[in-house]
């Protein structure tokens, strides 16, 4: 009876989406691929994922982000005063993604025109240097509650893929929002403007906002900009508006989320829900 019952204990405490590590170290969120978790721990404390050393704030708060297709052990320390104070062991659930194969394509509609390429180069790197300048916002925005940017129907799913004539294209990293032209986009958390653009190659108009310890969240597509780089906003404030700008087939939103490298998913920074 007494093993019966800490089996049922164990079984319980892995299911629950708010882990508890031990009495110092909490875990919330979803250990998932494209998710993230919020984890506070011992104020002073360092913490290493895998050996790589994580961003802490001083009062022992930080995220980790999972990729689309992570390493599905990973191993999370925590160290206090000079001593590795918890050993974590995350399991991260993988998901299985929409590949849709599609052959006989013209060669001009599956890659952009060579005239085009040295304009992509810059944007990207552009966009790359702007997400790169996250990583020193210290200040925690993301503790400060989330919403949704917009509301509206789903057309597009975090990591689905195209082959297009045999040739793998990068899978979609983020949640395409399907609504009018011109319908508000409002900042679903606190945050610095990274980035504007109103007509990147792929994106059209282009917002990159940083919410604290490398963690980023954008939007694309829009027709309208209604803030400018370094600009601090508050959840709640508009940012834009719906378009169908760039290489977009029609109007919506794109909505998308990375920290640190890491492409995730949007729909789980509800772990920042107040």
């Given at each position: 009876?007494?093993?019966?019952f800490?089996?049922?204990?164990?079984?319980?405490?892995?299911?629950?989406?708010?882990?508890?590590?031990?009495?110092?170290?909490?875990?919330?969120?979803?250990?998932?691929?494209g998710?993230i978790?919020?984890?506070?721990?011992?104020?002073?404390?360092?913490?290493?994922?895998?050996?790589?050393?994580?961003?802490?704030?001083?009062?022992?708060?930080?995220?980790?982000?999972?990729?689309?297709?992570?390493?599905?052990?990973?191993?999370?320390?925590?160290?206090?005063?000079?001593?590795?104070?918890?050993?974590?062991?995350?399991?991260?659930?993988?998901?299985?993604?929409?590949?849709?194969r599609?052959?006989?394509?013209?060669?001009?509609?599956?890659?952009p025109?060579?005239?085009?390429?040295?304009?992509?180069?810059?944007?990207?790197?552009?966009?790359?240097?702007?997400?790169?300048?996250?990583?020193?916002?210290?200040?925690?925005?993301?503790?400060?509650?989330?919403?949704v940017?917009?509301?509206?129907?789903?057309?597009g799913?975090?990591?689905?893929?195209?082959?297009?004539?045999?040739?793998?294209?990068s899978?979609?990293?983020?949640?395409?929002?399907?609504?009018?032209e011109?319908?508000?986009?409002?900042?679903?958390?606190?945050?610095?403007?990274?980035?504007?653009?109103?007509?990147?190659?792929?994106?059209?108009?282009?917002?990159?906002?940083?919410h604290?310890?490398g963690?980023?969240?954008?939007y694309?597509?829009?027709?309208?900009?209604?803030?400018?780089?370094?600009?601090?906003?508050?959840?709640?404030?508009?940012?834009?508006?719906?378009?169908?700008?760039?290489?977009?087939?029609?109007?919506?939103?794109?909505?998308?989320?990375?920290?640190?490298?890491?492409?995730?998913?949007p729909q789980?920074?509800?772990?920042?829900?107040?």
């Open positions: 009876m007494l093993i019966k800490f089996v049922v204990f164990l079984c319980l405490f892995f299911l629950s989406n708010n882990l508890i590590a031990n009495a110092k170290t909490t875990i919330k969120g979803d250990i998932i691929a998710g978790i919020l984890v506070n721990t011992f104020p002073g404390a360092s913490a290493r994922l895998d050996g790589n050393d994580i961003l802490v704030s001083d009062q022992g708060i930080f995220i980790i982000g999972f990729q689309r297709d992570p390493n599905p052990i990973q191993v999370l320390e925590i160290i206090h005063e000079n001593k590795l104070k918890d050993k974590i062991i995350l399991n991260v659930t993988k998901r299985t993604y929409n590949i849709q599609i052959n006989g394509i013209e060669k001009e509609k599956v890659d025109p060579k005239s085009f390429l040295d304009r992509i180069y810059l944007e990207r790197k552009s966009v790359k240097e702007s997400r790169n300048k996250a990583i020193l916002i210290e200040k925690l925005f993301y503790n400060n509650g989330f919403n940017p917009a509301i509206g129907p789903i057309s799913v975090y990591g689905s893929q195209r082959i297009l004539n045999g040739k793998a294209k899978p979609h990293y983020g949640i395409d929002i399907a609504l009018p011109g319908d508000r986009v409002f900042a679903p958390m606190d945050g610095i403007v990274l980035f504007t653009h109103n007509d990147l190659y792929f994106s059209g108009g282009t917002i990159i906002i940083g604290g310890q963690l980023t969240t954008s694309l597509h829009l027709s309208d900009i209604s803030v400018k780089n370094n600009d601090l906003v508050k959840r709640g404030d508009l940012i834009g508006n719906v378009g169908s700008t760039g290489r977009a087939t029609g109007p919506h939103l794109h909505w998308g989320a990375e920290l640190n490298g890491k492409r995730l998913d789980y920074l509800k772990v920042f829900q107040k």
